[in-house]
């Protein structure tokens, strides 16, 4: 068995909607037979005996390697713990390759899993041993590496059941939640609009302290401090007990407690200067330590802390207590668990030595032996839920005291005896103001129940109702898409917003262009969903990206598919018929919203099928011909359609019509150009999905020039000494069929055309290219792309040539090395009332340099 082309679809895709590896598997007939019930499947089950039936119940077939490798992969993550259910695998037209497709939750992961697979199906086949527990701990610990942590865990687990869309910006905590301009950012349990002068106070303890004062917020007394004979000295002026610890540090890293003595002073001096150089010394105040959490001016949770602690029996040493409560599942030594093992260091022997024992002593049963003087978790604390028994005073102190550092999420900490009566009652005070607090706590506590802490964040940086989406247009099919998404973003323009659009000629953000090139992919549609400046996206969604990473957004409010035909790629990835494409095609049918739109190609039968795979329901389907009996049913049921009549464009749906007429569309040219027509349709369709007024839609349409500018590459319209000259991007089949039939509609003396071929398109779809424009034009310019895309030289004009030896006509051919020789032998030749169609290849530079020779030459 040999894995080849590994790949991490990132997005909803043409398997499922979970995130999953693919990777593409080759078997040797010997593996593509394995029996389940026989030494194969005995020797896979005694080294992984959870790995999931090679067959349905009932069923004795045999089963390829493939297919193991599969169930090996999800059952290795889900013995890990990760929440995997999904996997599969596809024969493909090549005997012994199959596509196996794998859920992930964390895409190293996942990788690692298929990794270890191999190793197991290796281990079945040749009858070595293969370690089970060391596979699943080397995936655990990669799976607590990787993953979110209970704090942004927890918010992004309530951001998702608002319908919130999320994005992890980086392998830790920094997240996006919603898109473009109503996205908002956390790094942990920290809001995008706190400040950096506002973490700043939070770090530094004494100003902090200063500003709770000055609020008349009760804080204990001290002051910064040096060295440690300057320690001993605030000591003995603020008496003892005191408290030390860095100015500037956080989950109590070098805090030290209770202090009463010279010498318990000097080591806490000492472990404080390891963290920081700058030093506080302060009061200690007696009480229990209390967490409270702080959510835009609202107290959300609180906890009590208690100091890692282990009860005497009167048989087991200091140590071996330790270890027997390590034992606890529920402690780990992450932030994964709700609780952490207790750590056993100088820290904790120091503690020991203070309550006069060491590791090895013998605590009488019953008593309590406390390992630390502070009760952070992250030592080896425990925290019980109190949050219900905050006093209202108490509660407003820990607001005032989030306002006044300027923390939208604040962890406030207080030591007093209860937190049922106010501050100024017991001498109690607040401690510390923390920014990006810890949740594990308040989530799943020791003891109590948990809070929703993570919705009340996603409630305080989204309001109800608001999700953070902006309007999302996906586009994709076969011809059509690039022109069709960039006048869906010039229609939705005229409302003033800011269109980020993405198509296989660049990425547009408010009509500037940001990048270059095909970025019809997922990685140019998240640079677009990213940027803060976009108010609504129109995404060109091609074959190529859905297939390498699947989409880069959860679901869209409108999906467009124009039309799918022969010639898109076919041969590629093993899609190898327009059937195989259009189950491609219809993933963003499939991931609709709930209230979104299908606007599917009434005309094409295969793009009219994929309404049944709009989970909302709602189609609109556009053709030019309203009697076509998709429309005519559609438009009898009161749905809505998009068609041609007498001229004009009609959208209609129950007794509501909307018309304008073609002449006032200068993309269509008047209505002569039949697939300039439908991309209208298309685009009208997309902008009436998203509720765009017809004042506007109109106004759009009109201002919407069939030009370089709005639809580069597009059946862009030249005059050159009398002659018509059209430039376009055309570069298959349906293409061809399309364009011939626009340009036989526009009058001429003689017809040129000036083509090539790509070179990773099938040998039968180069050829159909120049049948079809052999019996259509009088002279053809046969040229060689700058790149042949994996073909020899020559390779592509020998093909051009024999689609060319097929066409029925006979016409004068020139064969020309370099495209842009290619269009000046055309141009040359041209004279007034002839026509050139001219199938540009280096869209941009092609460009340029016609319109460089109609303004030396004259139109």
């Known amino acids: 068995m040999e894995v080849q082309r590994i790949r991490a679809l990132r997005g909803p895709n043409l398997w499922s909607h979970h995130t999953a590896i693919e990777a593409v598997v080759h078997c040797t007939p010997a593996e593509c037979e394995l029996s389940p019930r026989q030494n194969f499947g005995l020797r896979l089950r005694a080294r992984f005996p959870q790995i999931l039936p090679l067959n349905p119940t009932g069923h004795d077939e045999t089963v390829p390697l493939a297919h193991?490798?599969?169930?090996?992969?999800?059952?290795?993550?889900?013995?890990?713990?990760?929440?995997?259910?999904?996997?599969?695998?596809?024969?493909?037209?090549?005997?012994?390759v199959y596509q196996v497709v794998v859920e992930y939750s964390e895409e190293a992961v996942g990788r690692l899993a298929l990794e270890l697979a191999q190793e197991l199906c290796k281990a079945a086949l040749e009858d070595t041993p293969f370690d089970l527990d060391a596979a699943l701990s080397r995936l655990r610990e990669l799976d607590e590496d990787?993953?979110?942590?209970?704090?942004?865990?927890?918010?992004?687990?309530?951001?998702?059941?608002?319908?919130?869309?999320?994005?992890r910006m980086t392998r830790g905590s920094m997240i996006q939640f919603g898109w473009g301009s109503k996205q908002r950012r956390i790094q942990a349990a920290e809001m995008d609009v706190t400040s950096a002068i506002s973490e700043s106070i939070a770090q530094d303890k004494e100003l902090t302290k200063k500003l709770l004062a000055s609020a008349g917020v009760p804080v204990p007394l001290g002051r910064e401090i040096t060295s440690a004979d300057e320690a001993w000295a605030a000591a003995g002026e603020i008496g003892l007990p005191v408290v030390i610890k860095p100015k500037n540090g956080n989950q109590g890293k070098g805090v030290t407690v209770n202090i009463t003595t010279r010498e318990h002073l000097l080591r806490a001096f000492a472990a404080a200067a390891e963290f920081d150089n700058e030093i506080l010394v302060e009061r200690f105040l007696p009480g229990n330590d209390y967490r409270l959490l702080v959510v835009g001016n609202k107290l959300v949770a609180a906890s009590r802390r208690d100091p890692p602690t282990v009860v005497g029996d009167g048989e087991h040493t200091i140590r071996e207590l330790v270890e027997e409560v390590n034992k606890d599942p529920r402690r780990g030594t992450g932030h994964s668990t709700s609780l952490t093992k207790i750590r056993f260091d100088d820290i904790a022997l120091a503690c020991l030595a203070g309550q006069g024992m060491d590791a090895d002593s013998v605590p009488p049963k019953g008593r309590r032996v406390s390992l630390?003087?502070?009760?952070n978790l992250s030592t080896g604390g425990s925290a019980t839920d109190v949050t219900d028994d905050v006093h209202p005073e108490v509660a407003h102190r820990a607001i005032v005291a989030a306002k006044m550092v300027g923390l939208d999420i604040c962890g406030v900490d207080m030591v007093c005896d209860s937190i049922l009566k106010p501050l100024e009652e017991q001498g109690g005070g607040i401690v510390e103001v923390n920014a990006a607090p810890g949740l594990r706590m308040h989530l799943s506590p020791s003891y109590g129940k948990g809070r929703p802490v993570g919705e009340a964040i996603i409630n305080a940086m989204f309001p109800e109702g608001e999700n953070g989406r902006i309007p999302l247009v996906a586009v994709t099919g076969t011809n059509g898409k690039t022109t069709t998404v960039r006048l869906i973003a010039h229609l939705l323009r005229q409302k003033q917003l800011r269109v980020g659009m993405t198509s296989t000629d660049g990425v547009y953000i408010d009509g500037a262009r940001i990048d270059t090139g095909d970025c019809s992919g997922p990685k140019s549609a998240r640079n677009v969903l990213q940027h803060p400046d976009v108010d609504a996206a129109v995404l060109e969604t091609a074959r190529g990206g859905m297939l390498r990473e699947g989409l880069a957004f959860d679901r869209c409010d409108v999906a467009v598919v124009t039309n799918v035909g022969q010639g898109d790629h076919l041969g590629l990835n093993?899609?190898?018929?327009?059937?195989?494409?259009?189950v491609l095609k219809r993933v963003i049918v499939q991931n609709i919203s709930e209230t979104g739109t299908a606007v599917l190609n009434a005309a094409d039968p295969i793009v009219a099928a994929m309404a049944s795979h709009c989970r909302s329901g709602k189609i609109t389907y556009f053709a030019a011909d309203p009697h076509h009996p998709v429309m005519a049913t559609h438009l009898a049921q009161g749905k809505r359609v998009v068609y041609v009549d007498q001229g004009h464009l009609v959208a209609a749906e129950g007794g509501t019509?909307?018309?304008?007429?073609?002449?006032?569309?200068?993309?269509?040219?008047?209505?002569?150009?039949?697939?300039?027509?439908?991309?209208?349709?298309?685009?009208?369709?997309?902008?009436?999905?998203?509720?765009?007024?017809?004042?506007l839609i109109r106004q759009g349409l009109a201002s919407f020039d069939n030009d370089a500018?709005?639809?580069?590459?597009?059946?862009?319209?030249?005059?050159?000494?009398?002659?018509?000259?059209?430039a376009d991007y055309g570069h298959n089949p349906d293409a061809m069929q399309a364009l011939v039939q626009a340009v036989g509609a526009m009058p001429a003396q003689r017809r040129a055309v000036v083509i090539s071929g790509a070179g990773d398109r099938r040998d039968e779809d180069i050829r159909e290219q120049t049948r079809i424009l052999g019996d259509a034009f009088d002279h053809i310019v046969l040229f060689e792309d700058a790149c042949q895309r994996g073909r020899a030289d020559g390779e592509v004009l020998a093909l051009l040539r024999a689609g060319l030896g097929e066409a029925r006509r006979?016409?004068?051919?020139?064969?020309?090395?370099?495209?842009?020789?290619?269009?000046?032998?055309?141009?040359?030749?041209?004279?007034?009332g002839d026509l050139c169609l001219i199938l540009v290849d280096q869209v941009e530079e092609a460009l340029a340099h016609i319109a460089a020779r109609v303004a030396r030459d004259g139109a």
Not at 820 to 826: G, P, V
Request: charged share 20%.
């Open 68 to 96: 193991v490798l599969e169930l090996a992969a999800l059952g290795l993550q889900a013995q890990a713990g990760c929440p995997v259910t999904f996997s599969r695998t596809t024969p493909t037209v090549e005997p012994g």
């Open 146 to 167: 990787e993953r979110l942590g209970p704090s942004t865990g927890c918010i992004v687990d309530a951001a998702l059941a608002r319908g919130i869309p999320y994005r």
């Open 372 to 375: 630390r003087h502070n009760a």
């Open 574 to 582: 093993f899609i190898t018929t327009v059937e195989d494409l259009a």
């Open 657 to 695: 019509r909307h018309t304008l007429p073609l002449a006032e569309v200068p993309l269509t040219l008047g209505g002569s150009i039949g697939f300039q027509v439908e991309n209208v349709m298309a685009a009208v369709g997309a902008a009436w999905a998203l509720g765009l007024d017809w004042s």
């Open 709 to 726: 500018n709005n639809a580069q590459g597009r059946f862009n319209l030249f005059r050159y000494k009398g002659a018509t000259v059209i």
């Open 810 to 832: 006979a016409r004068e051919v020139h064969e020309i090395h370099g495209e842009f020789k290619a269009i000046d032998t055309a141009m040359d030749r041209l004279q007034a």
